[in-house]
C-alpha cells in the first residue's frame, strides 16, 4: 500500500463516521445518540479491517509475502530454463562428463 493509498484510506473512514453521523441524526435519534451510535459503527468497521489484517498475518497471505513467492517461482522458473538451455546445448559427451562430475560432488558432501 502506497502512501497516497493511506491516506485515502484514513479520509475514508472519518467520511464512514461522518455519513454514519448524518445517517443517524436524519434518522431521528437527537443528542449525543447519533455521535454515539456512528462512533460504534465506525469502531466496528475498524475492528473487522483490524480482524482481517490479522488473519491475513496468521494465515502467511500478506501483500508483500505473496509478491516474493510469485518472485521466487518466476526467478526459479527462468533459471531452470536458462540452465537447461545451457545444458542441451552442450554436445553429448560433455553432457555425460558434466553429470558425472555433479554426480560425484553429491556423493562428496554426502559424506
Do not use: H
Amino acid at each position: 500500500m502506497t502512501r497516497a493509498q493511506a491516506l485515502l484510506l484514513g479520509l475514508a473512514v472519518f467520511a464512514i463516521g461522518g455519513i454514519g453521523y448524518g445517517l443517524f441524526r436524519s434518522s431521528g435519534l437527537e443528542g449525543f445518540s447519533p455521535g454515539i451510535a456512528a462512533s460504534a459503527l465506525l469502531m466496528l468497521v475498524v475492528m473487522g479491517w483490524t480482524a482481517s489484517y490479522l488473519l491475513r498475518v496468521v494465515s502467511g497471505k500478506m501483500t508483500y509475502m505473496e509478491q516474493r513467492r510469485r518472485y521466487r517461482a518466476a526467478y526459479d522458473a527462468a533459471t531452470d530454463d536458462e540452465l537447461q538451455r545451457r545444458f542441451d546445448a552442450l554436445s553429448p559427451e560433455e553432457q555425460e562428463r558434466l553429470l558425472a562430475e555433479v554426480g560425484q560432488l553429491q556423493a562428496d558432501a554426502d559424506m
